[in-house]
């Protein structure tokens, strides 16, 4: 999971910012390791026998041990978030049951369901979208469900919003996959790129207008980011395989999670 998800009110209007690099979750935790390794790195001299000072050159001059520290703190809080998210999915599977709102590819009857919560302007959505895609390919007995969460806008900047609109009113025509993929690979997003993917890919302008800005729509949305909040995700892209959350966004951990599920039957 890479964006930290701050909900916005939906917006039944029409109207822009991918974050890079670490999320904030991610820096919270790198700012509690800094603070206690530095707290111990300034009360170090004033412990008795000379331990303290031998600890202090030893960090000095071994900085990775502060790097294992961290990521070893980082994975915990990660298991502990997955381990709390499965929990609220076990608990209540409507969470995760099948919305025919959703766009949706594969047979209905599925032995294995991946369902992908994501916003089109997430670095991290855009960088695994190809493989995920290849995985849809690789795997037409599974079915893949798409969950547009859009969580990356910022006060009047509703872009991500309409781009998950402008996508779900695509979805109402059949042009669904064509608009993902288009959506995912424009790097910078805005209402007019937006408007040319759709007219690029030949849905029909007035139709989607109306679409966007339907009442029906907002509900829709507005479920999707009431259903992450009840499972307690914090960031995009998260994936699960029949029910249960993936720790990563590699589609290579994705597939694998797969088969899995798949041999479990």
């Not at 949305?221 to 720790?247: E, K, M, Y």
């Amino acid at each position: 999971m890479t964006d930290d998800a701050r909900p916005e009110p939906t917006p039944t209007a029409t109207p822009k910012k991918a974050r890079l690099g670490l999320s904030g979750t991610t820096l919270g935790w790198a700012a509690a390791g800094m603070s206690a390794v530095a707290l111990a790195l300034s009360a170090a001299p004033y412990l008795t026998g000379g331990f303290g000072e031998r600890v202090r050159a030893y960090l000095i001059q071994n900085p990775q041990v502060l790097d294992e520290v961290l990521a070893a703190r980082e994975a915990a809080e990660s298991q502990s978030r997955v381990q709390s998210i499965n929990a609220a999915a076990a608990a209540n599977p409507t969470l995760l049951a099948a919305d025919p709102r959703d766009p949706a590819f594969g047979p209905e009857n599925a032995k294995v369901t991946v369902i992908e919560f994501f916003d089109f302007r997430c670095p991290g959505c855009k960088a695994v979208a190809p493989e995920y895609r290849a995985l849809m390919a690789a795997h037409p007995e599974v079915r893949f469900v798409f969950k547009d969460w859009p969580i990356l806008d910022r006060g009047e900047d509703v872009t991500s919003q309409y781009a998950a609109r402008a996508a779900l009113a695509a979805h109402q025509q059949g042009k669904y996959l064509a608009v993902y993929d288009a959506l995912m690979a424009e790097r910078a997003l805005d209402r007019g790129a937006i408007d040319r993917i759709l007219t690029d890919n030949g849905v029909d302008m007035a139709k989607a207008n109306a679409a966007i800005s339907a009442p029906e729509m907002t509900r829709h949305v507005t479920d999707i980011h009431t259903a992450a909040a009840a499972l307690g995700l914090q960031g995009t892209p998260t994936f699960f395989i029949n029910g249960v959350a993936s720790p990563g966004i590699d589609p290579r951990e994705v597939g694998a999670l797969i088969e899995a599920a798949k041999k479990k039957g």
